[in-house]
């Protein structure tokens, strides 16, 4: 049997846990599905802070400013980390030292895509880089490390760094997405039909294959 190619838009940000459990789970879902399927990703921007400082921000000052403290998010954070082991994801909170501004990761997403990248390795490499690692994915060496181990072109990668290519069309989107209500990731369209926000189980996303591979039968 040959696969069904499914398209799905994916809202995400590479520093959002959310993001990386429900991409996790998406693939699960995909792997435990009763027929094979090929999913074709394109991953669209969000930041979870827009506003951050282009060097990012040292992490318990954000943790101060977003939950009053770190006791405040130990809870938040303990659940997230139990959500991720249920998904194969062992999260490593402990090491992030910094809060980095997702935008250039973003603009890197973009030219992967534009340019025939492997796009959704990028997007393992810095959810892991993130959260296995403590690494500063705001930064250029972090993201440079993702491309390289994800496959990318690293020359052109670099150059892309060193520009400003698709820091208009990124921010138009976000605002975009914004100005739609979106005010959370992730969120995943299929097919620009249905919708499903959060990180979902597997079962949620199996009812969507259904919908979709039926329409497309009759």
């Given at each position: 049997?040959?696969?069904?190619?499914?398209n799905?838009?994916v809202?995400?940000?590479?520093?959002?846990p959310?993001?990386?459990?429900?991409?996790?789970?998406?693939?699960?879902?995909v792997?435990s599905y009763e027929?094979?399927?090929n999913?074709a990703?394109?991953?669209?921007?969000?930041?979870?802070?827009?506003?951050?400082?282009?060097?990012?921000?040292?992490?318990l000052?954000?943790?101060?400013a977003?939950?009053g403290?770190?006791?405040?998010a130990?809870?938040?954070?303990?659940?997230i980390?139990?959500?991720g082991l249920?998904?194969?994801?062992?999260?490593?909170f402990?090491?992030?030292?910094?809060?980095?501004n997702?935008?250039?990761?973003h603009?890197?997403?973009r030219?992967?895509q534009?340019?025939?990248?492997?796009a959704?390795?990028?997007?393992?490499?810095?959810?892991?880089?993130?959260?296995?690692?403590?690494?500063?994915?705001?930064n250029?060496?972090a993201?440079?490390?993702?491309?390289a181990?994800?496959?990318?072109d690293?020359?052109?990668?670099t150059l892309l760094l060193?520009?400003?290519?698709?820091?208009?069309?990124?921010?138009?989107e976000?605002g975009?997405a914004?100005?739609?209500?979106l005010?959370?990731?992730?969120?995943?369209?299929?097919d620009?039909q249905?919708a499903?926000?959060?990180?979902q189980?597997p079962?949620?996303?199996?009812r969507?294959?259904?919908?979709?591979?039926?329409?497309?039968?009759?």
């Open positions: 049997m040959s696969a069904a190619i499914i799905v838009d809202f995400s940000d590479p520093i959002c959310w993001c990386f459990i429900g991409n996790r789970r998406l693939e699960q879902a792997a027929q094979p399927i999913l990703t394109t991953w669209r921007c969000f930041q979870l802070n827009p506003s951050m400082p282009a060097d990012g921000m040292d992490r000052t954000y943790l101060a977003k939950f403290g770190p006791e405040r130990k809870a938040t954070y303990e659940h980390h139990l959500k249920e998904s194969g994801i062992e999260f490593n402990s090491a992030i030292q910094r809060t980095p997702t935008l250039n990761a603009r890197l997403l030219w992967a534009v340019h025939g990248q492997d959704n390795a990028l997007m393992k490499e810095l959810f892991e880089a993130y959260f296995l690692k403590g690494r500063d994915i705001g250029s060496e993201l440079l490390d993702c491309a181990n994800a496959g990318l690293e020359a052109g990668a060193q520009g400003d290519d698709y820091r208009q069309e990124i921010e138009e976000e975009t914004r100005a739609m209500g005010s959370g990731v992730p969120l995943f369209v299929f620009q249905y499903l926000s959060g990180a189980e079962q949620a996303y199996h969507i294959f259904d919908l979709l591979l039926t329409a497309e039968a009759a």
